[in-house]
């Protein structure tokens, strides 16, 4: 019976060794920014999808991550703070776009670099900015324009006038 025990402790402590092991490796790989890099930030009309830790890109590659969101209580825009390794040198006019990775997929903030020769320097902002594009809105503004179209063969009804069937009141 003794023997027993001393076995299930032994396979339970090799268990949770190997547990520990795997959420090391996983952290250490997540692709979170360790601290590296320099602050940037940029304001926003709508980040709808972007979150604290999303990424940071150049041409598709991953240069950041996300750092902080918050709203601007006078201007009611979203600035967000994001880091950028410290090998890559924006230039001043470089833009901000928030885009999705796919019709489902998150978001993420795609970096254009400029052509000026002057850099961005830690803790500036990115001026030229584009907020993301709610694929709801878009689609309600398809279907409500879809449901306004005249039919085929009927014009649409000029301004003033009523639609046919009704009747114009003074």
Do not use: C, W
Not at 7 to 30: D, K, N, P, Q, R
Request: proline share 5%; hydrophobic share 40%; aromatic share 6%.
């Amino acid at each position: 019976m003794r023997r027993h025990s001393v076995v299930e402790v032994l396979t339970g402590a090799i268990v949770l060794i190997v547990a520990a092991a795997f959420l090391g490796y996983a952290l250490a790989h997540s692709g979170r920014s360790s601290g590296s890099g320099y602050d940037l930030s940029a304001r926003f009309d709508h980040i709808d999808g972007l979150g604290v830790g999303s990424d940071v890109r150049v041409a598709g590659v991953k240069v950041g991550t996300v750092t902080s969101e918050q709203i601007d209580p006078k201007s009611f825009e979203a600035v967000v703070d994001f880091t950028v390794r410290d090998d890559i040198r924006l230039p001043k006019d470089s833009a901000a776009i928030i885009t999705s990775e796919s019709l489902l997929g998150g978001k993420f903030v795609s970096l254009q670099p400029g052509s000026d020769d002057a850099t961005l320097q830690p803790g500036q902002r990115i001026t030229i900015t584009q907020g993301s594009v709610s694929i709801e809105e878009l689609l309600g503004k398809f279907i409500f324009s879809m449901t306004n179209a005249p039919k085929p063969g009927q014009a649409a009804p000029a301004s003033g006038q009523a639609p046919a069937g009704g009747s114009a009141k003074p």
